[in-house]
Every structure is written in structure tokens, then in C-alpha cells.
């Protein structure tokens, strides 16, 4: 049965069902929704009311506890059409997901409505982001927002489920996403007669942008010494003599590109540039302008970390005795017991990254230090690392995860951006898969969080 026949029969059919709390029906048991526009059934399992479970099923997690249920159960997941519902969504909103549950108790052969405890769903997919939404979908087809426990951050939504229904999260339409959806963020490190400009481009919206082009001004006066994007031995920029560029670059939603990189040689002359950007994505693009930066209001010169300062500096470590590690030539080890074989060793991983932190226009840095504690983990932190004269003060540290993958480590408008591989829901700990970027900002003595 189509979902335009089904709609049609909404005259006749006295029904609503909202899981929001306090809701209630208006008959004795739900509707099978497989008979409303969720005809697929993607996962099947039966449910031992005194133990709990965990499925994985297509873009989705659930985690249902012992006691969610009174007696044993067949639990099914269906799956929907998203552009099914459209004509029915919030304006400025497009369905992504569409998703139902179907539960029958193993007894009585009925349709259970609600639960006895509230089961966790996670959904995972690349284009929902922190203004996705989630929605209990009536049999007519209409919408009622459910925002009661939802957590929603890129590349991931979370929210409670108190009985069996229909769903449907959405993203932001093409053109409600904010202005403008991508932009460049322009900065500038200078060494003597060396500026170098660094840009980083950040996707506002739930697309993934795939047609970028970037352009950097080169400052009048100013000889180009060497671009590149990302690796500082590739993508090298092209040139018209008055500006550098790269086309056709991709942005993940939501996400951080780059950086992108001009260094040109002033001259001994203040310099400044700006960095334009023309994109295109399905139905919508455009164009943004950075702001001008000027080598007036850069890092100035004077004392740096050097490589071999941070390999031979003093950290923070939780696993230590003293709470401490002295690394010599990037490296530290102890005893787990004293007299034992095993060992606690701490690397200073390759991954640093330099730039100011703290507003005193020194370059800074962002270290990773890897952990073997003498089991099967390692354990990764990014330290914030001040500069006071050329010597190292680790000031901050937080812990990223067990056995996680880091992809960068950057410092953009003072704060540290880490893209890495996490483990997601089901993921072995050695084995991660979610794809996460995480924004930290140092206050104090702590890393805190800003997005992620």
C-alpha cells in the first residue's frame, strides 16, 4: 500500500501518537506501521525482559535496558522513504531519516504502545547537524516536534524513545542554513620578512560542499615563497600574479577544510590580504570575502618553542606516579610496580601544532601525548602548551580517547581544532569508525569543549 493511499484513510482513522511525555492515545494499542509508510523491516530481535540489549541497525544504535519491557517481545525497526513525508514537514526543513518501531509481545501476539523504561536511540549520518530536528509523525503524515532529551551535534543525534512509533529527523533546507554557508577565516604568523597567511574554510550548513574554489590576494610589494594546502609539500596553489588559488575543494558539513596556506616574503614592510571563496552545492551557492588581516596585528617575533623544547619538556600524565613526566628526546617511561617488568611509557606523539592561545601574540602550541599504560590501550591527551620566553608551560590538558586515530591538530583563532576517529556505537575499541572534529578553547587550567 502506497503512502498516498494510506494518507487517505486518515478521515476514517482516529488516531494520534506522540511519545512525548504525558502523551496519550486514542485507542487501546498503536497502529503497524508498516501499514503507513514504513513498509521495510531493517532489523528484528527478540527481547529477554530481563536482560539488556544493544542493536545496531543501518544509521541507527539502540540500547534497550532490562526492564523496558513487562514479558518478551519482538522488536522491529522499519524503515521509511524520507522524501515520502516532505510535503508534511516544517518549512525550512528536510526529512533525512524515517524510521518506526513495530514491537509485539511474544505472548499475547498485540502491539505493545509503551515501555516500561525509556530505551536510548543514537542515529548516525553525515548531514545531520546541531539544527537537525526530531519528529513524531502522525498517520496523517503531519509532524509534531519532539525536542524532549535530543542531543544533536554534527554527524550524530541522540534522543530517548518511550514506545513504539513513527519518526523522522530532518535537516536544514538548502538556503535556511546560516550566511554565508561557507566561509573563509583568514590569519596571519610572521617571522621577520616572512607572513605567512593561513586559511581555514568552515562549512555552516548540513551540506557537504564539493565545488569550492579558493583564492588568497597576494599583498602588493610582496614575493610569493611557496603555497601549498595541507601538506606542506603538495597542493600547490596556482597563480595569476595577482592572487593564489585552488578549485574545486570539498568541505564536510558542518566541518573544517584546509588549512591553506600563502607565505611571501614583505619586503620588511607591513602587508595585508584578504581570502574570497566561490562555492556551489545542489541548488544553492555563492560567494564570501574573509576579513583583511594585516602582519601589523600578527604573532610577533621573538622567542619560540622549538621542537626540541616541547620533546624535552615536563607534562601533566594521570598515569604516572608523580602525576608527571619529563620527557627526554620526546619519550618517558617508569615501572608500573617498582621491580616489575611492565612499564608506563609516554610519547610525544608527531602530531604539534603552533599558533597564540592566551592573546599575548607568542606562538604557542598544541601537543598530543600518546600513553601505554602496560595494558591493551593507548591513551591520547592534547596538552595546551604556552610560550613564556621561549620555554615550554604546559597550562591545560584534557584526554581525547582510547586507542582513537588523530587526522590534525591545528590552532585557528585561538582555539585548538583536533580531527580524529573515534569509536562509535558498536565499534570495537581498536577498531573505530566516527569521524568527529573538536574545537577546545583554553580557559585557565582547562581545555573546555566549544563544539565538536
Do not use: C
Not at 543525534?157 to 566561509?183: C, D, K, M, N, Q
Amino acid at each position: 500500500m502506497t503512502l498516498r493511499r494510506v494518507l487517505g484513510m486518515a478521515g476514517v482513522i482516529a488516531l494520534v501518537l506522540a511519545m512525548a511525555p504525558g502523551a496519550a492515545l486514542a485507542q487501546e494499542g498503536p497502529p503497524d506501521w508498516t501499514e503507513f509508510g514504513f513498509a521495510k523491516v531493517i532489523g528484528t530481535r527478540k527481547i529477554d525482559p530481563a536482560r539488556p540489549q544493544a542493536l545496531r541497525v543501518g544509521p541507527y544504535a539502540i540500547t534497550i535496558p532490562a526492564g523496558a519491557f513487562r514479558r518478551p517481545v519482538r522488536f522491529e525497526v522499519l524503515a521509511g522513504v524520507p522524501q515520502d513525508f516532505a510535503a508534511g514537514a516544517p518549512k525550512g526543513e528536510t526529512p533525512l531519516l524515517a524510521f518506526a518501531f513495530r514491537v509485539t509481545d511474544e505472548e499475547t501476539g498485540r502491539l505493545v504502545a509503551r515501555f516500561a523504561k525509556r530505551i536510548a536511540l543514537i542515529a548516525d549520518h553525515n548531514r545531520i547537524s546541531r539544527d537537525s530536528k526530531f519528529h513524531n509523525i502522525m498517520i496523517d503524515g503531519s509532524y509534531r516536534v519532539n525536542p524532549a532529551g535530543l542531543r544533536a551535534r554534527p554527524g550524530q543525534l541522540r534522543h530517548p524513545i518511550a514506545g513504539a512509533g513513527a519518526w523522522v529527523i530532518t535537516v536544514p533546507t538548502p538556503g535556511f542554513a546560516s550566511w554565508p554557508y561557507v566561509e573563509p577565516v583568514l590569519r596571519i604568523l610572521q617571522r621577520g620578512r616572512v607572513a605567512t597567511f593561513v586559511t581555514w574554510l568552515q562549512n555552516n550548513s548540513s551540506e557537504n560542499l564539493t565545488q569550492v574554489d579558493i583564492r588568497l590576494r597576494i599583498p602588493e610589494g610582496a614575493i610569493v615563497i611557496k603555497t601549498w594546502a595541507g601538506d606542506p609539500e603538495s597542493n600547490r596553489a596556482a597563480s595569476d600574479g595577482t592572487s593564489v588559488g585552488w578549485i574545486n575543494t570539498s568541505v564536510p558539513a558542518g566541518g573544517l577544510q584546509g588549512p591553506f596556506v600563502m607565505q611571501v616574503n614583505t619586503g620588511g614592510k607591513a602587508v595585508s590580504t584578504s581570502a574570497w571563496i566561490r562555492f556551489k552545492a545542489g541548488t544553492f551557492g555563492g560567494e564570501a570575502v574573509s576579513e583583511t588581516v594585516r602582519s601589523r596585528g600578527a604573532v610577533r617575533p621573538g622567542a619560540r618553542l622549538t621542537a626540541e623544547a616541547l620533546r624535552n619538556a615536563e607534562y601533566p600524565s594521570e598515569f604516572t606516579r608523580s602525576r608527571r613526566a619529563r620527557l627526554v628526546e620526546g619519550a618517558y617511561e617508569e615501572t608500573i610496580v617498582p621491580g616489575a617488568a611492565s612499564k608506563i611509557r609516554v610519547r610525544l606523539s608527531d602530531w604539534v601544532a603552533s599558533g597564540d592561545l592566551d592573546r599575548d601574540r607568542l606562538a604557542d602550541a598544541a601537543v598530543v601525548l600518546a600513553t601505554d599504560p602496560g595494558g591493551s590501550g593507548t591513551f591520547y591527551h592534547l596538552i595546551a602548551v604556552l610560550n613564556r620566553r621561549g620555554a615550554p608551560e604546559p597550562a591545560a590538558s584534557v584526554l581525547l580517547g582510547d586507542r582513537v586515530q588523530i587526522r590534525s591538530v591545528s590552532i585557528a583563532s585561538r582555539m585548538i581544532v583536533v580531527n580524529m576517529v573515534t569509536q562509535g556505537p558498536g565499534d570495537p575499541m581498536a577498531q573505530p569508525t566516527l569521524e568527529v572534529t573538536r574545537r577546545y578553547r583554553l580557559e585557565g587550567n582547562e581545555l573546555k569543549l566549544v563544539s565538536m
